[in-house]
T-cell receptor
Framework: QQQVKQSPQSLIVQKGGISIINCAYE??????FPWYQQFPGKGPALLIA?????SEKKEGRFTISFNKSAKQFSLHIMDSQPGDSATYFC???????????FGQGTTLQVKP | ETGVTQSPTHLIKTRGQQVTLRCSSQ?????VSWYQQALGQGPQFIFQ???????GRGNFPPRFSGLQFPNYSSELNVNALELDDSALYLC??????????????FGEGSRLTVL
């Protein structure tokens, strides 16, 4: 019940295309859903986050779509660029527990 | 404003040994969390410290222990190392007590190899 399942494991997209990564969770007590981006040799960095009271959040080329009834959320990267090539992790937590549950990660490669 | 710094960046130990990893949190942050990231996996929560006290722990055995100091820096100690402890250990600091209300800022990690 504490798991966050992420798919696909890897993704190859052409430059300018749309990258879509999906996550699903079981614990309905989760109320904070961030996405982290990790480059090789670096720690994860927060990309964008959403709370379940909204269905969509957009920041630049990055959008989170959230479906509370299906317990699913996804990251859309519009106009994907080679610089977006990285590993992306979805995560979930219950407020104030200090414990992020991460998905398994998606390795994105954007081809020029 | 300095970011989260971790030391050492890489280290090699043998089974049964003990290791101490260190983390300096971002300026002004009072909460430090530690995560273990095995190769090809997502980070797994080990524990969190808020104002020098443990504030939540993941599914890790007691041989994983930690400390937070008055300046909010932190240590992760692992005793009786096992081969499966080989991983990247990430430290993250934040300004509020729970990660649900504040962004986590990660360091670049300490890569531990256990032989």
């Amino acid at each position: 019940q504490q798991q966050v399942k992420q798919s696909p494991q890897s993704l190859i997209v052409q430059k300018g295309g749309i990258s879509i990564i999906n996550c699903a969770y079981e614990n309905t007590a989760f109320d904070y859903f961030p996405w982290y981006q990790q480059f090789p040799g670096k720690g994860p960095a927060l990309l964008i986050a959403i709370r379940p009271d909204v269905s969509e959040k957009k920041e630049g080329r990055f959008t989170i779509s959230f479906n509370k009834s299906a317990k699913q959320f996804s990251l859309h990267i519009m106009d994907s660029q080679p610089g977006d090539s990285a590993t992306y992790f979805c995560a979930a937590s219950i407020a104030n527990t200090g414990k992020l549950i991460f998905g398994q990660g998606t390795t994105l490669q954007v081809k020029p | 404003e300095t970011g989260v710094t971790q030391s050492p960046t890489h280290l090699i130990k043998t089974r049964g040994q003990q290791v101490t990893l260190r983390c300096s949190s971002q300026s002004g942050h009072n909460t430090v969390s530690w995560y273990q990231q095995a190769l090809g996996q997502g980070p797994q929560f080990i524990f969190q410290y808020y104002r020098e006290e443990e504030n939540g722990r993941g599914n890790f055995p007691p041989r994983f222990s930690g400390l937070q100091f008055p300046n909010y820096s932190s240590e992760l100690n692992v005793n009786a190392l096992e081969l499966d402890d080989s991983a990247l250990y990430l430290c993250a600091s934040s300004l509020v007590k729970g990660s649900g209300t504040g962004e986590l800022f990660f360091g670049e990690g300490s890569r531990l190899t256990v032989l």
